[in-house]
């Protein structure tokens, strides 16, 4: 039976008993009974062994033979964003621009927006839209010309505008395109009402900033949603939610919720600073990455180097098979990444960045190594977010450093439908290599992207080991080669998570001494047909030992 790092015994608080426990611990991988006290898991074992502890002061929660796993760490999400969507026009439902259109102006009735008001909203997807294109702001202007409009596509790198929220922000013809960005134009060079990447903030900047309360608020919301899902970690990219973009926001939110002992799940802050003026003040402040507590932390610098495959803005070292001409957006030249990276990682910084292009990631890899060169740190966890577009050579790259992997087998839901449109067969054979990575011994984690995708752990494992979209498109799985076993699925969203923020000895698995988060499921994932993991459903969320969510409160 396992004892606390101090090796004495601690009273008591809650014993779980009768459960089937999957540890992520090799040395100890099964357990029928935990013990738990002050916020930490102090023993487990056998139901007789851990009951030899109760007191009569110990609370004693019968599992009923339920499995329980680590609480979920989700390695990459944007948590206030997700947290705003509860709260805006949800576009992901729509087959067809009408569609859209009519449930705009239905969400503006029913929720009673003054005009001049904004209508915000994101999930839209050309793909899925019959008409099979992007929105425009004529689209936009049928719902209103009253209250500006500004609605992001589903992967958060295209945002369409109406022709009043153009108007507020003083866009025309004659506005030039900003850097790393593009706006779309008509035959007749006006704007379409369509900004790509760094053209959104054009739009964001005349946005209003919600209040610090409204903010809390919003995380608070977020926070509870992902404690129903089992969901105890979040590493969340949150700095550029807000149009303000002031960093300064978020954090006092943060720190607000820790003080209040509101905040229900720990937070890993990954710190987007994508100019050397903001990422300076950052630093100017204090801020660096472990500075914070077990509830909110930061994390590392994340950038963003290029788009996404839908946008067809992901950058690419070869055009797109279904767009000859077009390469994708580099955000940065290597030039300017360098110098960001560098400037991080010499001031204590992990650094963590978006690329899903091999060129992006390329790119990565080049600024890591002048990092390295500058000032060289023994593992420095740098991290790569997405890695979708792989290449053979990329793939040695990973397991030669030592990168870690922050993969998405939840956007295969999405992506499987058109990669092979986007890049040609010869090429789609490398992408998305999850198996190949984890075989390869390079440290992988998982994420959901949320609110791009859903934020739902169970949605993510059923992803990762049938490589299917939700409704088991296609038979066998796409690329099945590349299938996570149950095993690799969860302990990659358990202690793969908890490496990528440097807490692999603080949380990730069931051992005496850690952290006593936990999530206890309906269905134990190892024994239920693949193809219903996802409908595996969260009974109880423990937190720091308290119990933060139930199903029978919920219900």
């Avoid at 990459?76 to 964003?81: D, I, T």
């Avoid at 969901?231 to 978020?250: M, N, P, R, W, Y």
């Avoid at 295969?412 to 992408?431: F, I, S």
Wanted: charged share 25%.
């Amino acid at each position: 039976m396992g004892e606390n790092r101090e090796g004495k015994m601690s009273v008591m608080e809650r014993i779980l008993m009768n459960g089937h426990f999957v540890t992520m611990d090799p040395q100890r991988p099964k357990a029928e009974a935990v013990a738990l006290s002050k916020g930490k898991i102090v023993a487990l074992g056998s139901r007789e062994e851990v009951m030899t502890l109760k007191t009569r002061d110990t609370e004693v929660v019968d599992l009923r033979g339920k499995t329980v796993v680590p609480g979920f760490n989700d390695s990459h999400l944007h948590l206030l964003s997700f947290g705003m969507s509860l709260e805006r026009f949800e576009c992901s439902t729509f087959r067809s621009i009408d569609q859209l259109v009519e449930g705009g102006r239905l969400h503006l009735e029913n929720h009673q927006i003054p005009a001049g008001q904004w209508l915000l909203g994101r999930g839209w997807n050309s793909l899925t839209l019959e008409e099979g294109r992007d929105l425009t702001r004529h689209d936009l202007d049928r719902i209103s010309t009253r209250h500006p409009i500004f609605l992001t596509r589903i992967c958060g790198h295209i945002a369409a505008a109406n022709t009043k929220a153009l108007e507020m922000a003083g866009i025309n013809r004659e506005t030039p395109r900003p850097a790393g960005g593009h706006i779309d134009l008509d035959q007749e060079g006006n704007p379409l009402g369509l900004f790509r990447e760094n053209a959104r903030s054009l739009i964001q900047a005349v946005i209003p900033v919600p209040s610090p309360d409204q903010i809390k608020a919003m995380l608070l919301r977020a926070g509870k949603v992902c404690a129903g899902y089992g969901i105890t970690s979040v590493q969340s990219d949150d700095f550029e939610a807000l149009s303000g973009k002031d960093f300064h926001q978020v954090i006092q939110a943060y720190q607000a919720l820790v003080t209040e002992g509101n905040l229900p799940i720990r937070v890993y802050e990954q710190c987007l600073l994508p100019d050397m003026d903001q990422l300076n003040a950052f630093l100017e402040a204090g801020w660096r990455t472990g500075v914070g507590d077990e509830y909110f932390k930061i994390g590392p610098l994340k950038l963003l180097t290029d788009g996404s495959l839908g946008a067809r803005t992901a950058l690419l070292s070869e055009p797109y098979a279904d767009d000859p001409g077009n390469c994708g957006i580099a955000v940065f030249s290597q030039e300017e990444l360098d110098r960001l990276v560098v400037r991080a990682h010499q001031a204590g910084m992990q650094v963590a960045l978006h690329a899903i292009g091999d060129a992006a990631m390329t790119m990565c890899f080049k600024s890591f190594e002048a990092a390295q060169q500058h000032h060289y740190k023994k593992n420095p966890r740098f991290g790569i977010i997405h890695l979708q577009i792989t290449t053979e050579a990329l793939l040695k790259r990973f397991a030669k450093t030592g990168v870690i992997a922050y993969a998405e087998p939840v956007c295969l839901g999405n992506d499987l439908h058109m990669v092979e449109q986007r890049l040609g067969k010869e090429r789609a054979e490398k992408t998305y290599q999850y198996r190949r990575l984890v075989d390869d011994g390079v440290p992988v984690c998982l994420s959901s992207d949320s609110p791009v995708d859903s934020i739902n752990p169970m949605i993510s494992l059923h992803a990762a080991v049938t490589r299917q979209d939700e409704q088991g498109f296609p038979a066998g799985g796409w690329l099945p080669r590349q299938k996570l076993t149950v095993d690799q699925a969860l302990r990659a969203m358990t202690l793969g998570s908890a490496y990528a923020s440097f807490e692999e000895k603080l949380k990730g698995s069931i051992e005496p001494g850690k952290v006593a988060d936990l999530a206890v499921l309906s269905e134990d994932p190892f024994r239920v047909p693949a193809e219903e993991l996802q409908h595996i459903t969260v009974e109880m969320t423990f937190m720091n030992g308290k119990m933060v969510y139930s199903c029978q409160q919920d219900s």
